[in-house]
């Protein structure tokens, strides 16, 4: 029982990895800043999304007993589960997450110490030798593992233990001494719930939740494998809820003493240099570039291995080499607008990617039942593609949308897509149903 335990909080460790990269540093914290005494609230809901649905995502995958998530999807059709695939491995890789690799480090630390620089300048030299190094390393991946596992993961985790501590014996100040800004004042709730798509983290759990169930061990019952990842996703969550929590308390704290950064790296990184001073912040930004740089690798590993995978006359190599180049020419239009050009793709593709997973999670035998998938899957892309419209000032304005955002069921929780997709399914259901009583009458 003990060694289930230990196994389990090792899958934990393994699970977080993958979860938490630096950038998920600078969304609760900006969160915090701008909701002051709505804090608990916004939070609440950047935790459901950000954590709850990540770590059903990663339940998911091992429920499915698939060895990838392509696989996993086929039942949708095999164009869809490739295009979906793709889609997802996109956004986490050269089109968002992986730029923001660069992005973060450098504003949470370099921006700061050095403030007079010519900051377009600099964030192109950055990023220029921060994907150099991260393409040479990811065609030798193997010469950072033990890095990564000795030094950069503890230092960093250790450091930002320390920053925790002192926040929590002296904080700037009480939480709730301002109120939340425009965007957070009306629904905190909603919009933490639609910030904590930024942390990508469900789609993270959907493609990387086959890494931990291949680090499973094959010993006892196939029910013991999958209690071990339900056992492991719990304690990942609870640690990645309580880092979050802390976070954006730390945010809100500062709000009364700091200017309200526009970004949640230049926060972070003004918040340090209140407690611990600019050389504090070199060290510390030195640290996160190499957590960063262990992130980026990773990413770049695994979408070029997809990614040459389905198209055979692109090498590995060459994939290294156009992801990587892709990233660091989007790093370079800076964190606040990477962070704004990504909610567009999120809120597309995050409804249909809550909808695979609460459709694998809790419909019985599933895989077999392709007319409620039919229904479920044509319903929930015209929710993702009215998600997309309704954030447009072309539309959001209209009598539909209008309608759409403010009377619809669960509306006040910025979730209206829900409504649709639950009439997909209960039409196919229906559909399923008829089509099987006409079946045993034949």
């Not at 990269?21 to 969304?27: M, P, T, Y």
């Not at 969160?31 to 770590?55: E, K, R, Y």
């Not at 926040?167 to 709730?176: E, R, T, W």
């Amino acid at each position: 029982m003990k060694n289930r335990f230990i196994h389990r909080l090792v899958l934990a460790s393994l699970l977080f990895g993958l979860f938490f990269g630096a950038g998920n540093l600078i969304f609760p914290i900006s969160i915090g800043q701008n909701s002051g005494a709505s804090t608990p609230l916004s939070i609440l809901g950047f935790i459901v999304s950000g954590v709850g649905l990540a770590c059903l995502a990663v339940i998911f995958t091992a429920k499915s007993k698939k060895a990838s998530l392509e696989e996993s999807l086929q039942p949708y059709g095999k164009v869809y589960a490739r295009v979906f695939t793709i889609l997802l491995l996109l956004t986490i890789g050269p089109l968002f997450a992986l730029p923001r690799t660069a992005t973060v480090p450098y504003e949470v630390s370099i921006r700061l110490i050095v403030p007079g620089l010519d900051h377009n300048l600099g964030l192109f030299i950055y990023s220029l030798l921060f994907f150099s190094l991260a393409t040479y390393l990811a065609l030798k991946p193997e010469k950072i593992k033990g890095l990564v596992g000795v030094f950069i993961n503890p230092m960093f985790l250790t450091m930002l233990g320390i920053f925790f501590v002192v926040f929590i014996i002296n904080p700037m100040g009480p939480y709730d001494s301002t109120v939340a800004t425009q965007i957070y004042k009306g629904a905190p709730f909603t919009v933490g719930f639609q910030d904590g798509y930024q942390t990508m983290d469900v789609l993270a759990a959907m493609m990387f939740g086959f890494v931990v169930i291949h680090a499973n061990d094959k010993q006892g019952e196939p029910h013991d494998h999958f209690k071990d990842i339900i056992h492991a996703s719990v304690y990942a969550g609870i640690l990645m809820l309580i880092i979050y929590t802390l976070l954006s308390f730390m945010g809100a704290s500062s709000a009364g003493i700091l200017e309200i950064a526009p970004n949640g790296g230049l926060a972070f990184g003004e918040i340090f240099v209140h407690y611990f001073g600019k050389v504090g912040l070199g060290f510390f930004g030195i640290l996160i570039s190499l957590a960063c740089l262990k992130t980026a690798i990773g990413l770049i590993v695994s979408s070029s291995t997809y990614f040459s995978t389905i198209i055979p006359k692109l090498t590995y190599s060459k994939m290294v080499f156009i992801t990587s180049f892709s990233a660091f020419v989007i790093s370079n239009f800076g964190l606040s607008a990477i962070i704004e050009y990504a909610i567009p793709v999120l809120n597309f593709i995050y409804p249909l990617a809550i909808v695979h997973v609460f459709v694998g999670l809790f419909l019985k035998d599933w895989e077999n039942k392709q007319s409620i998938l039919n229904f479920v899957l044509s319903f929930s892309i015209l929710a993702s593609i009215l998600e997309v419209l309704k954030t447009m000032s072309m539309f959001k304005d209209t009598k539909f949308f209008i309608f759409y955002t403010k009377s619809l069921p669960l509306s006040n929780y910025g979730i209206s897509w829900v409504n649709i997709s639950v009439l997909g399914f209960i039409l196919g259901l229906i559909y399923y149903k008829f089509t099987q009583n006409e079946q045993v009458s034949h």
